[in-house]
């Protein structure tokens, strides 16, 4: 039985690019969805996939993850694991759909929740802004804050998987991932031409995909007006063997096969060291 993926808002589930990938749980925020409601349809989903898995981005409102918190203490349920996540809106979405290509495959709920980290190392996510003078996620120099306010001026901005800030001039060049990608992004404000015209042939993705954009984009890269996009790994096969050639271990706790440092579920700590990261020469087409 597949791990059920969590999301915590409609905006964060992209349309599935087949018909085999299943639906996200969306966990609506607090004023979206009450109580009573959200608690019965997590024991549904518990009492259908038996565990289930949520990206918890590390922005979101502190009510939206109080209730979280309050799902699982209502519920008793060590079966709920609450994964937080750093990368940018649109990023997390990205990540909430190859969790959701991988609860297909002979992964158990610890392990999906440990991928989480892992993959997102994988994910190069960044956004074209007008202006950085908000911008508190990615430093900011003193130099670069000061040309936000000259008219005309756009800035290319990495936030993972290492994070850089450019002026969008004809020569820029933002690194790019050196395995075969897509190119997912979005645009609220402005158009998307640059990503298509000047991203895209520099890293040279295997597709390019606009999306709606993320509610928190804005907030999250500090301006109205944003081209967000992430660079991710689509073949769920290559992200399988990315998984399954980390160590695993046995929860010492909930006796759950996990990778990582600590159990997803019930945050029991693992004794060896962290898996490191695979290398990504073992991407391949």
């Known amino acids: 039985m597949p791990t059920a993926i969590g999301a915590t808002g409609e905006d964060l589930v992209l349309p599935a690019t087949d018909r085999q990938t299943p639906a996200a749980v969306v966990l609506g925020h607090p004023e979206q969805q009450p109580l009573d409601r959200q608690l019965a349809d997590v024991t549904a989903v518990l009492d259908h996939y038996g565990h289930l898995v ?134 609220r404000g402005t158009g998307g031409e640059w990503v298509r015209e000047r991203l895209a042939p520099q890293w040279r993705p295997q597709l390019v995909r606009e999306v709606a954009l993320p509610e928190w984009s804005g907030r999250w890269w500090g301006t109205g007006k944003v081209v967000e996009f992430a660079a991710h790994i689509p073949d769920v096969g290559v992200l399988y063997q990315l998984v399954a050639s980390v160590r695993r271990e046995n929860c010492g706790w909930c006796g759950l096969e996990l990778i990582g440092d600590r159990c997803p579920f019930c945050a029991a700590p693992v004794g060896p060291p962290a898996p490191s990261v695979p290398s990504v020469t073992t991407v391949s087409e």
Do not use: M
């Open 54 to 187: 949520v990206v918890v981005p590390s922005w979101l409102p502190a009510p939206a993850r109080q209730r979280l918190h309050t799902v699982r203490s209502i519920l008793e349920s060590d079966r709920i694991a609450l994964v937080e996540s750093d990368l940018p809106p649109l990023a997390v979405a990205v990540l909430v759909q190859q969790l959701r290509q991988l609860s297909l495959y002979d992964l158990g709920p610890g392990v999906l929740g440990g991928a989480v980290r892992l993959l997102s190392h994988y994910v190069h996510a960044g956004a074209l802004l007008g202006s950085v003078a908000r911008l508190d996620r990615v430093e900011v120099d003193v130099r670069s804050h000061l040309k936000s306010y000259v008219p005309g001026r756009q800035f290319a901005v990495l936030a993972n998987p290492s994070p850089l800030l450019l002026e969008a001039d004809g020569n820029v060049r933002l690194p790019g991932p050196d395995f075969s990608t897509h190119l997912t992004f979005g645009a």
